[in-house]
Structure formats: structure tokens, C-alpha cells
């Protein structure tokens, strides 16, 4: 019950702290300790004033205005939640606590005084609210020592008066004093240590946070290193295949001639078939080529600027024939004065491209469209390519542009289907600023959106198109 009353308490204190303060884990600390002071302090503090009223036989005036000055703590807090400055505050506290103290041993015994024991808090109370705030220390200090030498001098040059507390009494009064003062720093260093306590675990966390940075740095760097080492495999690798492959398409095409001159048509078919597999094993290679530098980061960017209108017009006469065997037909929607956009024209093209052959391949006797419209207020381009093929099911909709999550391209399709050549074309647009989506309609077809910006965002790492020239450089000369 009572860890339920102190929680809830602890947590009242935070409706005082300004929210917009409430980040600044230093100044929290601090707050939340002022204002455990200003709420539970006036509690203590006003059994002394009570005191005095039920142990004076003729109660005066100052013990009246000893409880007002003590009672005002608590309208502390409410002057921090209305913004007012924090360190105004504090000294105004520290000001009020100095008169409370020196005015009511004035009034009671001056330096004899019972209550002038709690002087001895004005200092750690000072520490507790502004932390290592050096410069503040020293106006606390100072308005300290001020109140000090003005009750001496009142002391030295006007009489106190006379105490009409009889000596027994002035001895309760002097026990309250002390169970209050006791108790109050009591209250005030329980709730530092556990302020201490939690600065302790914050350390640790942060020492554990950092070893957790520390190993996820390795660990990163680690894996960019075999990412560069994969790219640079498969980038030596794709030289050992394509030597073959290209022996292979370079004698099919001979044997086909060939097949024509002696008009042998089951000999024309069989090695056409060869050729076709031939073509889609370069074309699939050079798909995990590309995948591999984007993931290592070594794809390499040529950006220009250029007419968006011509650069969509090239990508359609390139798909066209993939188009136009299923009997499809094409529309282009293009606005005259489309004007330049900065990208790398032969990536964009190739992106447009695999979307434009996927729609033909995709789609029979249907109709193919392409259509494009600028935000200027993004400073954007919108590339729509819709088919009314037959579309994509939800589920595979869904993982559509993940790697190897659709496997149709190697079992189903000589084509290619829609599987890593979409993947390839969505993590390109990703690396070149650039976004891909798709959305479609069992039975009524797909639209595919590219996004590209007017001026050139890809990200460029220096230290990685370093890299990536000098890996450019050696898959040249292995080519060669």
C-alpha cells in the first residue's frame, strides 16, 4: 500500500514539470527534487509555528508570519508548471527559506534559538536543486551569507524580544525542531538515492548500449566486407558463365541459319529452344549481378539530365516486341513539355523496361498503357504502366518485390514471370532515389507506379563509390 501511495505521488510530481523540460533528464532530476522540497517540506516545517503556538502562553504575531512564509512552498510547484524561469524560483525559494529560518529564531531564543538548526540545510538544499550549476551556487551561497549577516546585525544592534516560552517548553519545542529537521533530510536523502541509484543503472545501461554499438558496428563492417567479397565473387563468376553461354547462343544461332538453309524445321525448333534458354541464363545472371552490387552497395550511378518523354518512349520500343507477340497493343499518355528529369537514363530505362515486358508477358490480346503526371509541389514524376492481363493473387502481391520469394521465373516461364527481374527493378529504384509499387485485380489486370524525382537523391557514400569504382574498374578487365 505504501509503495502504491509513493508511486502515485512520484508520478503527481511530473504534472508539474513543464512538458517541453520533461527531455532534459538533468533538469528532470532537479525539478522532480525541488518539488518533493516544495510539497512535503511545508508539512515539517509547520509543526515548528504550531509548536510555538501550543507552548507560547502569549502567541504573538511573528509565529503567524512564520507559518505564511512556510506555507508558501507550496505555491512553488504552480509557478513552475506557468513557466516561470527555474532559477528564479530557486533563489526565491532559497530567499523565503533563509527568512523563515532567521526570522523565527529572531523572534525565539535569536542564536540560541532552537529552530536555528535548519540553517544547516540551506546548503544541501541549495546543491539538490541546481546540481553542478557553478555559477548559481555561488548567488545561492551569497544570498546565504547576506541573510546571515543581516540576522547577526539585527541581533547586535536591535534587542531581540523577550521569549516568553518557559525553559521546559523552549526544550519541546527544540525536540519538534530536530524530529523535523531530521526527518526532512531524511526524506530528501532517500529520494537522492534513489535518484543516485537510478543514475547508477543508467550508466550500466549505456555501457551495455555501447558494447551492443560496438558489436553491431563489427558486425556491420563484417558484413559489408562479405557483401563486397559475394559482389566480387559472383562478378568473376559471371565471366567464368557467360564464356560458355555466349559459345552456346553463338553456335545455336549458327545451327539455326543452318536449319533454315536446309529447311529442317524440327532441327530450327529444338535449337531455337536452345538459344531461348541460352538468352534467359545471361539475362538471369546479369539480374543476380545487379541484385549483388545493390545489396554491397557497388551499383554505380551515372545521373543526367534528361526528357523524361523520350527516355519512356525508348523503354516502350525496347519492350515492344514482348508486348506485341500476345496481340497486345500499346498507349502512351504523354503530355507534351514533360521535361527533363535528372537520373541515371539507362537504369531507369531498364526499371521501365522489366515492368513493360512483365505486362506483355502477362497479358494476351489486352491492352497495354502508359501514362505519366508531375507533382510539382513534391517535385516528383509519376510513371503508370497498367495491363489488363491477369493479374497478381493478393498473397503473392504481397512479396512480390522480395528476393527469390517467387521461383516461377526458373520453372514456369521462359520469360522470366515476375519474379527476381521485379525484385532487381524495385531494390534499383530504391538505390537510385526512386520508388516502385504495384498494385492489381485477379482477372483485371496490374498497374505499376514509378516514382521518380525531378533531380538526382540518390544517397552516395564517398567511401563506397570509391569502392564501387575500383570493383567497376576490375569487372571491366575480367570482361575484357
Not at 540553517?119 to 555559477?135: A, D, M, N
Not at 516528383?380 to 503473392?396: L, N, Q, S, V
Amino acid at each position: 500500500m505504501l509503495s502504491k501511495i509513493a508511486t502515485a505521488y512520484m508520478n503527481s510530481l511530473d504534472y508539474f514539470i513543464p512538458p517541453q523540460r520533461k527531455e532534459e533528464t538533468e533538469f528532470y532530476n532537479q525539478a522532480r527534487m525541488f518539488l518533493v522540497s516544495h510539497t512535503i517540506g511545508p508539512f515539517f516545517g509547520n509543526t515548528i509555528p504550531l509548536a510555538l503556538f501550543l507552548f507560547n502562553p502569549t502567541p504573538h504575531m511573528d509565529i503567524f508570519w512564520l507559518a505564511v512564509s512556510i506555507t508558501g512552498f507550496w505555491i512553488f510547484p504552480f509557478l513552475l508548471k506557468c513557466g516561470i524561469n527555474y532559477e528564479k524560483l530557486v533563489i526565491a525559494s532559497v530567499i523565503n527559506l533563509n527568512f523563515c529560518i532567521f526570522w523565527g529564531s529572531y523572534f525565539n531564543g535569536s542564536v540560541s534559538s532552537p529552530t536555528l538548526g535548519w540553517i544547516l540545510i540551506v546548503p544541501i538544499l541549495s546543491f539538490f536543486y541546481i546540481g553542478g550549476e557553478v555559477r548559481l551556487q555561488s548567488t545561492l551561497l551569497l544570498i546565504f551569507a547576506s541573510s546571515f549577516a543581516i540576522f547577526l546585525g539585527a541581533y547586535v544592534y536591535f534587542a531581540p524580544p523577550p521569549s516568553n516560552v518557559p525553559p521546559d517548553r523552549m526544550i519541546g519545542i527544540g525536540v519538534v525542531s530536530t524530529l523535523a529537521t531530521l526527518a526532512y533530510v531524511a526524506t530528501m536523502a532517500i529520494y537522492y538515492s534513489r535518484i543516485f541509484d537510478a543514475g547508477t543503472e543508467l550508466e550500466k545501461e549505456v555501457a551495455r548500449r555501447r558494447q551492443a554499438s560496438d558489436e553491431l558496428r563489427l558486425a556491420m563492417a563484417a558484413a559489408d566486407r562479405e557483401g563486397r567479397t559475394k559482389a566480387e565473387f559472383l562478378a568473376r563468376m559471371s565471366h567464368e558463365l557467360r564464356t560458355p553461354l555466349n559459345a552456346i547462343i553463338g553456335y545455336s544461332q549458327i545451327l539455326m541459319e543452318d536449319a533454315d538453309e536446309i529447311g529442317d524445321d524440327t532441327m530450327a525448333r529444338y535449337v531455337a529452344k536452345i538459344n531461348d534458354a541460352g538468352q534467359y541464363l545471361v539475362r538471369l545472371i546479369n539480374m543476380i549481378l545487379d541484385l549483388s552490387k545493390i545489396e554491397a552497395g557497388r551499383m554505380q550511378f551515372r545521373p543526367e539530365k534528361a526528357p523524361l518523354a523520350e527516355i519512356i518512349t525508348h523503354a516502350v520500343e525496347a519492350a515492344k516486341p514482348a508486348i506485341l507477340e500476345n496481340g497486345n497493343r500499346i498507349e502512351l499518355e504523354i503530355e507534351n513539355g514533360l521535361g527533363d528529369v535528372e537520373t541515371d537514363t539507362a537504369r531507369l530505362q531498364q526499371i521501365l523496361n522489366t515492368i513493360l515486358s512483365n505486362a506483355g508477358q502477362n497479358t494476351k490480346d489486352g491492352l497495354i498503357t502508359i501514362a505519366c503526371s508531375v507533382t510539382m509541389s513534391e517535385n516528383k514524376f509519376h510513371i503508370f504502366i497498367k495491363d489488363t492481363g491477369k493479374g497478381i493473387a493478393p498473397d503473392r502481391l504481397a512479396i512480390l518485390f522480395d528476393n527469390l520469394a517467387d521461383i516461377r521465373e526458373a520453372a514456369e516461364s521462359k520469360y522470366g514471370g515476375t519474379g527476381l527481374s521485379l525484385t532487381v527493378a524495385h531494390r534499383l529504384a530504391q538505390a537510385m532515389g526512386c520508388s516502385l509499387a504495384a498494385e492489381s485485380q485477379l482477372g483485371r489486370g496490374s498497374c505499376f507506379k514509378v516514382t521518380v524525382p525531378l533531380t538526382w537523391q540518390a544517397p552516395r557514400d564517398p567511401a563506397r563509390v570509391e569502392a564501387a569504382d575500383r570493383a567497376e574498374a576490375r569487372d571491366q578487365t575480367i570482361d575484357a
